[in-house]
């Protein structure tokens, strides 16, 4: 086949391909360009998912009489002008295809009116332009396009379109969206003549109203405000507290200069801050929005803007890390940021599907006074009511401990109920990062040295990596060809099962090639430190003294983390005394 130029149509029919994958990309092009018009109200009437009808009317600036056919012609844009302005974009559409796009596909009408002139004015066509003079028409300052018989000229288009409902709830969801980076803005969404948005424009002092209307209903009361400025980048927003975790990455929502992108880099950063407090099933929910330059971020990366790439993307990605991770760590136990118990629903723990640790538990234990502390750091911590203020307790006081599991506590709220070895844990874990940041974990000289039989290459990188393994605690040397001696440990772990431990770690190091080694990045370095702290922590069914449980409550309260063990599940719930009174019906 001779090569030739491809007829017009046809180009921006490929084009559209890129920029129109279904209806609800229409609607983004659209809404986007009202936006970068000034709008301060916008209208979005669909039919039959957007594929019979897509209307867009707003208040913006309009577009002048001698425009119009420009507007409508491919590579024409009233946004750049020069590649400085390419490389400094500031508004949300500034590509020049949309629109053709748009017209390509559809049966199309543009009706604008400036301020300028005396009355609006029409382009329209059924896949081309009929007419490159405008006509007159009745229209207030602003824009309106209607798009109808979405892909009407190329059917293998619109046979992959899925059913009406399913088009409609990603135009909706998607304005939603738009909605939230623009809350100066009102809007309004029907389907099929039926209203389903009515947002009115909100200040910055209201905007958690939106939020609230467009998220989940309890995502504010369980969240954190944050706005942090640091080397030319702003991050603001809302972070969800990890007992606020979701099964799905639905309750993500996040914007770069006031545009919503998806973006590795920013996803992996913000995953990463929630790492130490959140189920590996679970995800975080959040509302941010990151400000810089406009030159540190390219936006012409992708047909429909929808991914970035950033100059300094190491930088980005520590501080949005950085920002996101500490609000999170500043978190104390409190029982006015804690997620109340619910006696209404009782499957809610199921439906989570959250892993629970089972063990066979006595059918009761009594309080012990025994000499010897189970609870390892009782020796040095303060009894309740000394080192501290009364009204700094926020889990309050231990009262028992309920099956060998629970710690039961009484504070000015209500009653505490603590999983003891989801919070010794943390606390543990916690203190284990802090003393390798310092140095490294403290090892005590073992008065008996053990060997340890080991497969060959896990004593070969045992032998390598002594150094590293020091730093844990542990100092052990090579004896034989498949034989370790081990003459220290850290003292919290002494009495457990160290063998199966250090064959686990070297094991894992072999079988994974290095992945896992103790020199390797941050997060390989406190799975280690998070696998000792789990076997180190108090075990079910070992009883404490009050003693020793007050002595945990006041480590909870002191340690970062300490809402959720290093697994993502809870580590205490708070359950109010109004609670309790209707459940005795008490006042009734």
Request: hydrophobic share 45%; net charge neutral; charged share 25%.
């Amino acid at each position: 086949m001779p090569i030739k130029i491809l007829a017009d149509q046809l180009i921006s029919q490929i084009a559209a391909g890129e920029v129109v994958e279904r209806p609800a990309s229409v609607v983004k092009e659209l809404v986007e360009n009202s936006l970068d018009a000034g709008a301060r109200q916008i209208e979005v009437d669909i039919g039959q998912g957007g594929l019979a009808l897509i209307r867009v009317r707003d208040d913006g600036a309009g577009i002048a009489r001698g425009e119009l056919p420009l507007a409508v012609q491919r590579h024409a844009t009233s946004k750049i002008a020069s590649l400085g302005d390419l490389e400094r974009v500031a508004s949300l559409g500034f590509r020049g295809e949309a629109l053709p796009s748009i017209l390509s596909v559809s049966r199309f009408s543009l009706t604008s009116r400036t301020a300028a002139d005396e009355h609006a004015w029409r382009v329209a066509g059924d896949g081309l332009l009929a007419s490159p003079k405008p006509e007159p028409a009745a229209y207030p300052q602003g824009t309106t396009i209607e798009v109808r018989d979405l892909f009407f000229n190329t059917p293998a288009r619109r046979k992959f379109m899925r059913a009406d409902s399913t088009e409609f709830r990603h135009i909706n969801q998607l304005l939603g969206r738009i909605a939230l980076a623009r809350y100066d803005v009102a809007f309004r969404l029907t389907h099929n003549d039926r209203r389903v948005l009515d947002l009115p424009a909100v200040s910055d002092a209201a905007r958690e109203r939106r939020i609230a209307e467009l998220t989940d209903a309890e995502f504010l009361g369980n969240a954190l405000y944050l706005d942090e400025t640091r080397q030319g980048f702003r991050l603001w927003g809302w972070i969800a507290l990890p007992s606020f975790s979701r099964p799905l990455a639905d309750l993500q929502h996040l914007y770069v200069n006031g545009r919503m992108v998806r973006d590795k880099l920013l996803a992996h950063a913000l995953r990463r801050a929630y790492a130490d407090v959140l189920h590996g099933t679970r995800f975080p929910a959040y509302v941010l929005y990151l400000e810089l330059d406009p030159a540190a971020v390219d936006v012409n990366v992708h047909p429909a803007k929808a991914e970035v790439r950033f100059r300094e993307s190491s930088k980005i990605h520590d501080f949005l890390f950085g920002a996101v991770h500490q609000a999170i760590r500043r978190v104390r136990p409190d029982p006015a940021q804690h997620h109340q118990v619910s006696f209404a629903s009782p499957v809610a723990a199921q439906q989570a599907k959250i892993p629970y640790e089972t063990a066979a538990r006595p059918q009761f234990f009594s309080l012990s006074e025994a000499a010897t502390p189970k609870y390892r750091d009782a020796e040095s911590a303060s009894p309740f009511g000394s080192a501290m203020a009364p009204g700094s307790q926020k889990l309050g006081q231990a009262i028992g401990q309920l099956l060998g599991v629970y710690i039961v506590a009484q504070n000015e709220n209500g009653l505490v109920l603590v999983d003891m070895h989801a919070a010794h844990e943390r606390v543990l874990y916690e203190r284990f990062k802090k003393q390798l940041t310092e140095g490294g974990v403290p090892a005590q000289n073992l008065l008996m040295p053990f060997t340890v039989s080991v497969a060959e290459d896990e004593a070969d990188e045992a032998e390598r990596r002594q150094a590293e393994l020091s730093r844990f605690g542990f100092v052990l040397d090579r004896s034989g060809p498949q034989t370790l001696t081990v003459r220290a440990l850290p003292p919290l772990l002494a009495g457990e099962d160290i063998v199966s431990l250090l064959r686990d770690w070297l094991g894992g190091v072999t079988e994974r090639q290095g992945a896992a080694h103790f020199s390797e990045p941050l997060d390989a370095q406190h799975r280690v430190l998070a696998d000792m702290a789990c076997r180190a922590a108090i075990k079910a069914n070992h009883a404490l003294t009050l003693q020793e449980m007050d002595a945990l409550l006041r480590d909870m309260e002191q340690t970062e983390l300490a809402n959720q063990c290093n697994h993502g599940r809870p580590t205490w719930v708070q359950v109010e005394m109004a609670q309790l009174d209707r459940l005795f019906l008490r006042g009734r």
